[in-house]
């Protein structure tokens, strides 16, 4: 089993419209945890970290249950910009686990 | 200011050939992690360095795979005798964090353009 799985899409979504997706870990020593952006053949960049409170930034909310071991990212309004892989990711320290640890992604795509 | 940069950004080799991939981190940055990504993967963890030590190479696929960061800035991962499923994006990420900070907000990983290899 992957330790970190997201649905890959892709989700074709109008723009303007709220979109949101899950992911899920299966390490509960996991103590990080990000939403990266990847657009095509680009180097990952970090789109927001995910704390427990929940955070927001603009039109981006990201959400961690650590009960259920499971992260969420909502989009609203979306542009024709947002556009893009949204790789979900964990950071395991210690026990020679150093590295982030990246789904594989959801691939979205905003459609005029 | 200035990012992670790497070095070729696109490599062609003839298997069996050894290269070498190039990552200069952001100034002052402690930790360098180098990843591997595959077509439709997300990134994989291959080594970290705190400063010139390697702390962790748990992720290297092989005897292969070899990463140095002598002087705890630029770092190289070479691959030896390259095979065909070597073939893939290599990051280079760079974040300021020290092991005993993490949780204290210094953990964010930069990521550097990437190197494109691929093994004919």
């Known amino acids: 089993r992957k330790e970190v799985e997201q649905d890959p899409g892709p989700f074709n979504v109008p723009e303007g419209a709220t979109v949101a997706f899950n992911c899920t870990y299966s390490?509960?020593?996991?103590?990080?945890f990000f939403w990266y952006r990847q657009d095509c053949r680009k180097e990952p960049k970090l789109l927001m970290s995910?704390?427990?409170?929940?955070n927001e930034d603009g039109r981006f909310t990201a959400q961690l249950n650590r009960a259920s071991q499971y992260i969420s990212l909502l989009i609203r309004d979306s542009k024709l910009s947002d556009s893009a892989t949204y790789l979900c990711?964990?950071?395991?320290w210690g026990g020679g686990a150093d590295g982030l640890t990246f789904g594989k992604g959801t691939h979205l795509i905003i459609q005029p | 200011g200035a990012g992670v940069s790497q070095s070729p950004r696109y490599k062609v080799a003839k298997r069996g050939q050894d290269v070498a991939l190039r990552c200069d981190p952001i100034?002052?940055?402690?930790?360098l992690f180098w990843y591997q990504q595959a077509l439709g993967q997300g990134p994989e963890f291959l080594t970290y360095?705190?400063?010139?030590?390697?702390?962790?190479k748990s992720g290297l696929p092989s005897d292969r795979f070899f990463a140095e960061r002598p002087e705890g800035s630029v770092s190289t991962l070479k691959i030896q005798r390259t095979q065909q499923e070597d073939s893939a994006v290599y990051l280079c990420?760079?974040?300021?964090?020290?092991?005993?900070?993490?949780?204290?907000?210094?953990?964010?990983?930069?990521f550097g353009p990437g190197t494109r290899l691929t093994v004919l």
């Open positions: 990420a760079s974040s300021l964090i020290l092991t005993r900070d993490r949780g204290k907000g210094t953990d964010t990983q930069y």
């Open positions: 100034s002052g940055h402690v930790s």
């Open positions: 360095f705190q400063n010139e030590a390697q702390l962790d």
């Open positions: 390490n509960s020593a996991s103590q990080s």
């Open positions: 995910v704390y427990s409170s929940g």
């Open positions: 990711v964990v950071n395991i």
